[in-house]
Every structure is written in C-alpha cells, then in structure tokens.
C-alpha cells in the first residue's frame, strides 16, 4: 500500500515508505533541516503592514534546498502531512507570539493548510492547544485553505472550520480562481478573506482578461463583505492596478521576498508607522 518515494537524504538517496517519510520528516525537524521564511503583506493604499504568511522551507545537511512544491505533496500522501502540518503551526504561532512580546506590532501570521489536515477530527484541537501553549491570541492566526480542500472534503472539514472559526481564527481562501472556483462555497465556509492568485496579479498588466477577473475577484469579495489579498506581486505597476482596483492587501517580491525568522524584528521595525 505504501508508495515507494524517493528524497535526498544527506546527499544520497533512499527509497522510502509513506511511514519512512514521516519520520524523515520528524528528523529534518529534529535537526533544523525544516524552518518557515515568512513573507510580509502590506495594505495596498497605505503601506502598512498587515501581517506574514510563513512559508516551509527544507534545506538538507549539504545545502540543497528542497521546494515545497516538491514535498509539500510527497508529504500529502501518507501521515507526514500531519507531523509537517503541526510543526509549521507551532513554529509561526511561537514566532508570531515572540513578535507581539518585543512589542513590535500587531502581526498576524499565515499558515498554509493541507487539505488532508482538515480530515483529522482531532485537527481543531491541535490548533488551539498549540494557541494556548504559545500564547498567541487567535485572531492573530490565519489559516490559507485552498479550495480542494472544501469540496473533496466534507462534514468534518467543515465541522472543524466552523470550530476555529467560532473560537476566533481567520480563513482565507488560497489561490482564489485557479480551482473550480464554487461561488456556493463562499456561502458555506466561514472565511474572512480570499487571496488572488499569483497567475492572475502577473498577467494583469498586459492582459484585458486577467485584468477583468482580478476586478471581478475585488468586487465578489467586498459584496460577500470579505477583504482581499493579491499574492506576487512584483513591479509597481501591478500595486498601482491593485490600488485602482481597491484591493485591500499585497504580497510579492515588490514588497519583500520571504524572510528568515531572525530578520523578521527588523523588517517590523523599519516598516513600522511612527
Ligand atoms: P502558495 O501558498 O500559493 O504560496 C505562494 C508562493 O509564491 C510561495 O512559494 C512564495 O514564495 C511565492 N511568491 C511570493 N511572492 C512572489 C512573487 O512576487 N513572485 C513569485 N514568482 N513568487 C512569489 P513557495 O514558498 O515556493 O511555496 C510554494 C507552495 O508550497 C505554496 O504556495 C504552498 O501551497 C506550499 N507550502 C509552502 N509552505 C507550506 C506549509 O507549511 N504547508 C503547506 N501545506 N503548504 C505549504
Ligand atoms: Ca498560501
Ligand atoms: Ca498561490
Ligand atoms: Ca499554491
């Protein structure tokens, strides 16, 4: 049953099962292989700061950086999505906690979720055991859903949603317009913002169609009463669309790449209002 994956391990390779991979994945934890970069988002008319989104990043003994677009979904298929899953919640609420003691700003951070986590009936209690341990107020947590998650899934994915969401946890909906984009779904989960994809905030510039759907993603979202984000966002141009457009918030190259979490203080400290 077990599918056969094959990963770098300290420069070589090694064939491994779904069991083998989580406990990989359990050592790269163990020995700092696996840390999250958190990319900060802006409000699109003033500048402000409005929060992180913490990205995994995996680099082996040797340097080889592994993406996440590599094993994020080798993750997916067996139980490290799960072990990998806790860990990038625990280590951003501790950061986003560390932030708020310096006293530095209100800062939210952004999880990426994998639709499988959503399957574990014990899921909304693992976030807010780890709320509780690291101290972090919930509001200032955001969970990123893409929308697989919402309709492969089912009672219990919503059932968890609606948990965190009554205990006080923000949603956002990931890669909004890459899907099967649901309109319904809007009116079935609980979230409180949806995020442009990057395809869409690229093209915008050049072209009259992408242009039409960021317009249109906008204005869906502020009817239903949700904010929008535009993610990878790189040139000044696409901010001045995006302004045109009253998005609410951006994220991209044009305002930071991904940073370590030991220049986050700092970027907060330059980037606060006075
Ligand atoms: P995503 O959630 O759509 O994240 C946005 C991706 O765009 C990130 O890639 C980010 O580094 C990249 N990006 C940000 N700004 C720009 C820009 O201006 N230009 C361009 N070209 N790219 C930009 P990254 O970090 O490689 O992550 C890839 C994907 O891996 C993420 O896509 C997300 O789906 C997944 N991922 C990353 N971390 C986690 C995690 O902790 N858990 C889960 N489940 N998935 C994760
Ligand atoms: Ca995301
Ligand atoms: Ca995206
Ligand atoms: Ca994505």
């Known amino acids: 049953m077990a599918a056969e994956k094959t990963v770098a391990q300290g420069g070589g390779t090694a064939a491994l099962t ?23 988002q802006a409000d699109v008319a003033t500048g402000r700061l409005t929060g992180f989104e913490a990205l995994a990043r995996w680099r082996l003994g040797d340097g080889t950086m592994i993406p996440p677009d590599v094993f994020v979904p080798m993750a997916e298929t067996g139980e490290a999505i799960h ?19 310096a006293g ?28 509780a341990e690291t101290g972090l107020p919930a509001a ?5 859903l893409t929308e697989t998650a919402l309709y492969d899934h089912n009672a219990q994915a919503r059932e968890t949603l609606m948990q965190l969401r009554g205990a006080g946890v923000r949603l956002v909906l990931d890669d909004f317009g890459t899907g099967y984009s649901s309109l319904a779904l809007l009116r079935r989960v609980p979230v409180e913002s949806l995020k442009i994809d990057k395809q869409f905030t690229q093209a915008m510039v050049e072209d009259r169609d992408a242009a039409a759907i960021v317009q249109a993603i906008v204005a869906l979202a502020h009817a239903l009463g949700l904010s929008v984000v535009a993610e990878g966002v790189e ?3 696409q901010r001045l669309f995006l302004q045109a457009y009253r998005c609410d918030r951006l994220q991209g190259y044009w305002l930071a ?13 330059r980037n606060a209002v006075p």
């Open 18 to 40: 779904d069991e083998g991979f989580a406990d990989r994945v359990r050592d790269a934890i163990a020995q700092d292989e696996l840390s999250l970069a958190y990319q900060p």
């Open 83 to 101: 072990v990998l899953g806790e860990w990038a919640l625990r280590t951003a609420c501790a950061a986003a906690a560390g932030w708020m003691n």
């Open 104 to 131: 530095l700003t209100d800062a939210p951070v952004a999880v990426n979720l994998s639709p499988r986590q959503l399957d574990d009936p014990a899921f909304a209690r693992t976030v807010l055991r780890i709320l």
């Open 140 to 144: 200032n947590l955001k969970l990123e």
């Open 235 to 237: 040139t000044p141009e």
């Open 257 to 269: 790449r991904p940073l370590p979490a030991g220049e986050v203080p700092d970027f907060i400290q």
